[in-house]
């Protein structure tokens, strides 16, 4: 959806079960037209996490004037892209002629394949508000050549316990399922611990995952977590243990080591230099997508492209 672009190791021990390891994942600022925004994926030695391979965590804003977030028509290839709002509104176009009002709860899912284009905009009739997160999903090289797609829908999986509630984002969550088209083993939910509660949360041990706290106070096990940090787990583990003393909403991703080599740059992701220059060249061409006709304003045009593009 927007411009792309090691840590150390707290370990704890988790009584019965084994060494339990947490990567606190580095993160950057980053600017969104008038939106800045925390990017956490990729990080620094740690690129993608199962498919995932972009996170931006954006909010909690409010305004009252001069709304938030207005992204020209821009170009996709190779990936999806997926929206989760906490709080707040964004509209979807795209040139496929979708039209969506997204809320909180509501699964955005635009499956770019071999091509697509979309704008997203803070509405004119708004909450006032703003917090949520960006995520792109990078697509296996047997799909990443489809035709583009896109979903919107609140008809998500829960999972219901005294000690919270789990929506399932993406994948399967204890039986619960997100009804999303994914195309690798994909893992996304979010968790809201009600206060003085501990949630055992299972994990498919094939998976590695990452976990971050959006609001309140929370432990994994023993380690207390920091706000907005996204924390990396090896594969290995069949759960985590979550508490809260006052409350708290995390997010949480995972899916299968992805096993595929993949270049990134802008809002592409593909696999050579060469595949990126022909994107570029039919973006400027109006040859790529379609164009996005419920916006009003001129689109994206692209950067030049570096001289080297590195595999990651």
Not at 137 to 145: F, G, K, Y
Not at 201 to 220: C, N, Q, R
Not at 249 to 259: N, Y
Request: glycine share 10%.
């Amino acid at each position: 959806m927007w411009e792309t672009g090691g840590g150390s190791s707290a370990c704890y021990i988790i009584p019965e079960i084994k060494m339990f390891t947490m990567e606190p994942l580095p993160q950057r600022e980053a600017q969104v037209g008038p939106l800045t925004l925390h990017r956490v994926l990729p990080a620094r030695g740690r690129r993608m996490i199962g498919p995932w391979c972009f996170f931006d965590r954006y909010g909690p804003l409010s305004f009252t004037e001069n709304p938030p977030m207005d992204v020209a028509p821009h170009p996709h290839i190779g990936l999806q892209t997926l929206s989760w709002l906490f709080d707040g509104e964004i509209i979807h176009n795209d040139s496929l002629g979708s039209e969506c009002l997204v809320g909180p709860g509501h699964l955005s899912l635009m499956t770019a394949g071999r091509g697509i284009a979309h704008a997203e905009q803070t509405p004119r009739e708004n909450s006032g508000k703003l917090n949520g997160v960006q995520l792109w999903i990078a697509l296996p090289d047997a799909v990443r050549s489809m035709p583009p797609a896109f979903q919107c829908t609140s008809d998500l999986g829960v999972v219901e316990r005294p000690s919270g509630v789990v929506t399932v984002i993406a994948g399967d969550v204890s039986g619960q399922h997100s009804p999303g088209k994914f195309f690798s083993p994909t893992l996304g939910a979010e968790i809201k611990l009600h206060r003085n509660a501990a949630f055992d949360l299972p994990l498919d041990p094939s998976f590695e995952h990452g976990i971050m706290l959006v609001e309140g106070d929370a432990y994994a096990y023993t380690s207390q977590l920091d706000r907005d940090t996204l924390y990396y787990l090896t594969p290995g583990y069949d759960e985590i243990r979550l508490k809260s003393e006052q409350g708290a909403r995390l997010l949480l991703i995972g899916g299968a080591p992805f096993g595929e080599t993949i270049l990134m740059w802008w809002n592409f992701v593909a696999r050579s230099g060469e595949e990126m220059a022909e994107a570029h060249r039919r973006w400027e061409a109006h040859a790529l997508a379609g164009e996005v006709p419920r916006y009003t304003g001129a689109r994206l045009e692209a950067p030049e492209l570096p001289g080297r593009l590195i595999a990651r």
